[in-house]
């Protein structure tokens, strides 16, 4: 206000409002003119912005379907196709119906069972050798060589690339278990079923395990030998360094697919 009092007072002395020099000067009655009005200054508010709508969420990533069980074979070749499976390994997944074949690989897996022809490799064609120094017969440690390769092919698998690229069909496994009158849930069980079963086999030296004739097979003299599933015996006879490496990867994919089934709850 008073900046606006000094501007208006330098308006006045500059325009000639007071009389001219020789006029006389307006007398002590005659009223003060009027000062000029201050003037008024309008404040023009802008209206507030409108708040902004958010943006919309991005769209949830939506997955590609389950394919069909009898149409899923591409599917697991192309979810795999990435990790090493060795000859053994490529040869399992060029036949068809991968999924119903891997299912039937566990369940007679884990009824002890020795699935040979659902089995990536080969079995011994000689028959294994024994040694006979004419008072007893035993297991001859030169046969172990024959499982060298095999136990190598199974410590060169990487289990938690594979188990985690196969998870995806994990209900496709369960439907394929289910054909067998089995609860389709019971699937995730009865693989810890099989690998308790190779991880529990018995270190036993057959070397020193006598062999006794029977009909036209060896069997062992020892029945808490000859009574252990087919699938612990056969460990044995991979010899104890196969063994040890066979048990110690089942257990290692023990404990894999119990963390994923754990993660999927």
């Known amino acids: 206000m008073v900046l606006l009092l000094v501007i208006a007072g330098g308006v006045v002395l500059l325009t000639g409002i007071w009389p001219p020099k020789g006029e006389p000067a307006p007398t002590a009655t005659a009223p003060p003119p009027e000062p000029a009005p201050s003037p008024i200054m309008t404040v023009i508010e802008e209206p507030a912005p409108e708040p902004s709508e958010p943006p919309p969420p991005p769209p949830e990533p939506v997955e590609d379907p389950l394919p069909r069980l009898e149409e899923s074979d591409d599917a697991v070749r192309d979810a795999v196709g990435d990790i090493p499976l060795g000859t053994a390994g490529q040869q399992y997944l060029i036949p068809g119906n991968i999924i119903e074949r891997s299912a039937s690989l566990i369940y007679l897996m ?10 990536p490799v080969s079995r011994p064609k000689a028959a294994f050798p024994i040694r006979d120094d004419g008072t007893q017969v035993v297991t001859d440690p030169a046969g172990f060589e024959r ?9 060169s698998l990487d289990l938690e690339s594979l188990l985690s690229s196969l998870e995806w069909f994990m209900p496709l496994f369960r439907e394929a278990w289910s054909y067998y009158g089995e609860d ?11 690998l308790d079963l190779v991880i529990a086999t018995p270190e036993i030296d057959l070397s020193e395990a006598r062999l006794i004739r029977k009909e036209a097979v060896w069997i062992f003299e020892d029945p808490a030998i000859e009574g252990l599933a087919p699938t612990q015996k056969q460990v044995l006879r991979m010899g104890p360094e196969n063994a040890k490496i066979l048990k110690a990867k089942a257990a290692e994919a023990r404990g894999l697919w119990l963390d994923q089934l754990s993660e999927s709850m």
């Open 147 to 155: 499982y060298d390769a095999l136990t190598q092919w199974l410590q």
């Open 110 to 119: 884990a009824q002890g069972e020795v699935p040979y022809k659902l089995l």
């Open 184 to 194: 389709p849930a019971a699937f995730d069980m009865a693989v810890v079923i099989t």
